[in-house]
């Protein structure tokens, strides 16, 4: 079956109809554009997979068509008509109208123009995404985004990973802090998930041994940055009987799998975008006191124990000059409750993995101790009781265990070489975008 195949539908997409010289077929889609010769009429149709040119020569259809020919811009039409070669139209062919009717009128004026003969500002084409996701290049980075999800699925789904579902819904937040957004649940106040972390590792606690998910997370934070969205997709996995080395293993395969296909299968989508992909051959590893005194080596002055700001993490990548890396061993304080510390306890097994300079997965093996766990839970403030269904389980019998989340909007927002993570997220949340 061609890829582009519509089932159920006489109508043909318009990549076929270049394999169609000679034949007739229907199409329908967008007009793109307009030129009006007197004689001969011209309209550009768009659909998802390209442009066929339209041409109607007055003798040579008839007058009917001619004037149906007389178009606004963005109206959806169908057509049917016999496909010819013509080397100056798009891909050297044309279609012949013998029919064409109009499934949709335009009845307002367009904020965008769709050909980018105009830029139109971000926030008009958030706010009037319907139209933006005509243009090329939405069209290309949401393809990839799609490439992107499917190959972490496909990846695990093959190395004998098991997908699971976890609630959107929770009674108290998922990593500790207070940037949880509340609902009212009922009688009773709850939250939306930060992560599906406590969810995941009680399914390997479970006998589920590997499991992975694709979930929308919550975070109430109040930045306003080019990095961060309140809403986004995580793409996680859990290991049982594993340390943070073992999934650092699994991520970097993942991850390096993920750009071969996106390479292999995006290729228009990176030309439009005017990007390449490399896929490294090694992902190297460094502990975050091996990267603090590089750092201060190359005077960019950091104290141990700091976080990493977008500053630090751009200073890292200029210096190591490697696209894509890991940095563990992490202070224990700036990390997750969870995190299992190692035997110094100031530093933990936690991990990130870093994409062209820009932090896309985060990861640790965790506490599966009941007793650290609560240990932990009390160092950062938070009441043990809140969390009493999760250390409860450990309490069952928990294999040591490890896992990661990988941001889906993060990775294909570098991958893409935007600027803006709003660019992949379709319909962005953040501090003031709460439509459309």
Same mark, same amino acid.
Request: net charge neutral.
């Given at each position: 079956?061609?890829?582009?195949?519509?089932?159920?539908?006489?109508?043909?997409?318009?990549?076929?109809?270049?394999?169609?010289?000679?034949?007739?077929?229907?199409?329908?889609?967008?007009?793109?554009?307009?030129?009006?010769?007197?004689?001969?009429?011209?309209?550009?149709?768009?659909?998802?997979?390209?442009?066929?040119?339209?041409?109607?020569?007055?003798?040579?259809?008839?007058?009917?068509?001619?004037?149906?020919?007389?178009?606004?811009?963005?109206?959806?039409? /169908?057509?049917?008509?016999?496909?010819?070669?013509?080397?100056?139209?798009?891909?050297?062919?044309?279609?012949?109208?013998?029919?064409?009717?109009?499934?949709?009128?335009?009845? $307002?004026?367009?904020?965008?123009?769709?050909?980018?003969?105009?830029?139109?500002?971000?926030?008009?084409?958030?706010?009037?995404?319907?139209?933006?996701?005509?243009? /090329?290049?939405?069209?290309?980075?949401?393809?990839?985004?799609?490439?992107?999800?499917?190959?972490?699925?496909?990846?695990?789904?093959?190395?004998?990973?098991?997908?699971?579902?976890?609630?959107?819904?929770?009674?108290?937040?998922?990593?500790?802090?207070?940037?949880?957004?509340?609902? +009212?649940?009922?009688?009773?106040?709850?939250?939306?998930?930060?992560?599906?972390?406590?969810?995941?590792?009680?399914?390997?606690?479970?006998?589920?041994?590997?499991?992975?998910?694709?979930?929308?997370?919550?975070?109430?934070?109040?930045?306003?940055?080019?990095?961060?969205?309140?809403?986004?997709?995580? $793409?996680?996995?859990?290991?049982?009987?594993?340390?943070?080395?073992?999934?650092?293993?699994?991520?970097?395969?993942?991850?390096?799998?993920?750009?071969?296909?996106?390479? /292999?299968?995006?290729?228009?989508?990176?030309?439009?975008?005017?990007?390449?992909?490399?896929?490294?051959?090694?992902?190297?590893?460094?502990?975050?006191?091996?990267?603090?005194?590089?750092?201060?080596?190359?005077?960019?002055?950091?104290?141990?124990?700091?976080?990493?700001?977008?500053?630090? /993490?751009?200073?890292?990548?200029? +210096?190591?000059?490697?696209?894509?890396?890991? +940095?563990?061993?992490?202070?224990?304080?700036?990390?997750?409750?969870?995190?299992?510390?190692?035997?110094?306890?100031?530093?933990?097994?936690?991990?990130?993995? $870093?994409?062209?300079?820009?932090?896309?997965?985060?990861?640790?093996?965790?506490?599966?101790?009941?007793?650290?766990?609560?240990?932990?839970?009390?160092?950062?403030?938070?009441?043990?009781?809140?969390?009493?269904?999760?250390?409860?389980?450990?309490?069952?019998?928990?294999?040591?265990?490890?896992?990661?989340?990988?941001?889906?909007?993060?990775?294909?927002?570098?991958?893409?070489?935007?600027?803006?993570?709003?660019?992949?997220?379709?319909?962005?949340?953040?501090?003031?975008?709460?439509?459309?």
């Amino acid at each position: 079956m061609d890829k582009f195949e519509r089932l159920g539908t006489a109508r043909k997409y318009i990549e076929e109809a270049k394999n169609n010289i000679g034949r007739k077929l229907t199409v329908a889609g967008w007009v793109h554009e307009l030129r009006d010769l007197g004689k001969v009429r011209f309209v550009l149709l768009r659909d998802k997979t390209g442009m066929v040119q339209v041409t109607a020569k007055k003798g040579e259809v008839s007058d009917d068509i001619l004037k149906l020919m007389d178009l606004q811009k963005e109206t959806v039409i /169908e057509v049917t008509g016999t496909v010819r070669e013509m080397k100056n139209a798009p891909d050297g062919i044309e279609l012949v109208p013998e029919t064409l009717q109009v499934l949709g009128t335009v009845s $307002m004026k367009l904020p965008i123009d769709v050909s980018d003969m105009v830029p139109a500002e971000l926030d008009t084409r958030l706010n009037y995404r319907y139209i933006d996701l005509r243009r /090329e290049i939405p069209k290309a980075i949401f393809s990839i985004k799609s490439v992107v999800a499917n190959s972490f699925r496909n990846y695990l789904c093959g190395h004998g990973y098991t997908e699971i579902f976890t609630p959107c819904i929770i009674s108290a937040a998922s990593e500790g802090g207070a940037n949880l957004f509340p609902i +009212i649940y009922f009688d009773r106040e709850a939250f939306l998930a930060q992560s599906p972390q406590l969810y995941k590792q009680i399914a390997v606690v479970g006998g589920m041994d590997k499991v992975f998910m694709t979930v929308p997370a919550f975070r109430a934070e109040k930045h306003n940055t080019t990095c961060h969205l309140n809403e986004v997709i995580q $793409m996680d996995i859990e290991q049982g009987f594993a340390n943070h080395h073992d999934v650092m293993d699994v991520s970097a395969a993942v991850f390096t799998h993920v750009l071969k296909t996106v390479n /292999e299968k995006c290729k228009a989508e990176l030309a439009v975008l005017k990007t390449e992909v490399k896929v490294p051959s090694e992902v190297k590893r460094y502990t975050y006191s091996e990267v603090v005194e590089l750092l201060n080596k190359n005077d960019f002055k950091m104290e141990w124990g700091e976080d990493f700001t977008r500053e630090t /993490e751009r200073a890292v990548f200029n +210096i190591l000059k490697e696209e894509l890396y890991f +940095i563990y061993d992490w202070p224990t304080q700036i990390r997750a409750f969870y995190s299992m510390p190692n035997d110094d306890e100031k530093t933990c097994k936690g991990f990130d993995l $870093m994409y062209r300079g820009l932090e896309i997965s985060s990861g640790a093996q965790r506490i599966h101790i009941p007793e650290l766990l609560i240990t932990q839970l009390k160092k950062r403030g938070l009441n043990p009781t809140d969390f009493d269904f999760y250390i409860r389980a450990f309490r069952a019998g928990a294999p040591p265990h490890a896992g990661w989340s990988i941001g889906l909007e993060r990775a294909t927002m570098v991958i893409c070489d935007q600027k803006n993570i709003r660019e992949v997220a379709m319909f962005p949340r953040d501090r003031t975008r709460l439509t459309p």
